[in-house]
């Protein structure tokens, strides 16, 4: 056999006609099991790879699969938008890139009005829930990465609790004692979500608790800009505090420039701190100690569970947890 085992190849291992080995791959009826059998055996002995595109065009499928995320100025979005594009592509998908800004287009995203042309959907949302979907079950296979659940559809939970925890920890544990959370605006007007309880955990673990005065946001959740004008307003309250957890990278890196604006060095001053691990965590002065979600774990796992669900697997949602752990850097060094 030379190059690339093809349908031909299969056929000829088997005992049966290329047509044959296309009835079992397609898995159409009307084939007996036990050539079914000897079919898949010879895929495996010869190592055929399916090529879902074509595959898709046979059956009816488009061979694409959507994928939706609320922004890409964002570099988190970006990033994971790009590792999933080139992991469908390596499944043999091709991969249309959608933006939903907002709860309604992100429903639409899940639901088909806006994704019609796709087999399947793999969405990175912020405003999906179990009520905005209103109780539907999408008619088409959607893995969800990040994000709340919302017990309708697959998703990749990310590691919030966890790495927020680790990075609050890592804080603590250098000496500093007064801890600004740099978050995201919320409906109540009050921090909330995983992220935030892990920050409370983490104190509460050494019997402190945080002080509300430091928990500023800005007018957005994910703007470099918001990280600016909050840590702007909070040095203007004239609280002292000595490090300060930006919800996100973009966040932490707004807080760093308002920091240096107003005269106070990082760290020595004080300590900054970010999460999602971003490229640009690397390149900022002094580079930024993150949290990294581990996105390759998370993007494996949602392309393979929505291949399984193409596959026809047909079980209730699932979820998979993924891991984060702590990328230290200079920013967070310990007062001298």
Not at 107 to 128: E, K, M, S
Not at 152 to 164: K, N, P, R, Y
Not at 167 to 191: E, I, M, W
Not at 194 to 214: C, I, K, Q, S, T
Request: proline content about 5%.
């Amino acid at each position: 056999m030379n190059g690339k085992p093809t349908l031909d190849d299969v056929a000829a291992v088997a005992g049966v006609s290329a047509k044959t080995v296309s009835n079992v791959l397609l898995e159409r009826p009307h084939v007996a099991e036990a050539t079914r059998a000897r079919v898949r055996a010879a895929v495996q002995k010869v190592g055929y790879q399916v090529n879902r595109a074509g595959r898709g065009l046979a059956s009816g499928r488009s061979g694409r699969i959507a994928v939706v995320v609320p922004k890409l100025y964002q570099p988190y979005f970006a990033e994971i938008a790009e590792r999933l594009i080139v992991a469908l592509g390596d499944a043999g998908f091709s991969s249309t890139l959608r933006i939903a800004p907002d709860a309604h287009a992100e429903r639409d995203a899940v639901l088909g009005v806006t994704t019609a042309d796709a087999d399947g959907v793999i969405i990175c949302p912020h405003r999906l829930t179990t009520e905005l979907l209103g109780g539907h079950v999408p008619s088409r296979p959607v893995v969800q990465v990040g994000g709340g659940r919302t017990g309708l559809i697959d998703v990749v939970v990310m590691g919030e609790s966890t790495g927020f925890e680790a990075v609050t920890r890592h804080l603590l544990d250098s000496g500093r004692q007064r801890l600004a959370l740099v978050s995201n605006s919320t409906r109540s007007g009050r921090p909330e979500g995983a992220r935030y309880d892990a920050f409370v955990a983490a104190h509460r673990a050494r019997g402190m608790e945080p002080d509300p005065a430091l928990m500023v946001a800005g007018s957005d959740w994910d703007r470099r800009v918001s990280g600016y004008e909050a840590m702007t307003g909070l040095l203007r309250s004239g609280a002292e505090f000595d490090a300060a957890v930006g919800i996100n990278d973009a966040v932490a890196v707004g807080a760093m420039r308002a920091l240096r604006s107003h005269g106070l060095r990082v760290p020595e001053d004080v300590a900054v701190t970010g999460f999602d691990d971003t490229d640009e965590a690397g390149f900022t002065v002094p580079p930024l100690t993150s949290v990294s979600p581990e996105q390759q774990e998370m993007v494996a796992a949602a392309v393979q569970m929505l291949v399984e669900r193409l596959d026809g697997l047909d079980v209730a949602p699932r979820e998979h947890l993924t891991g984060a752990h702590l990328v230290p850097r200079a920013s967070s060094g310990a007062r001298r």
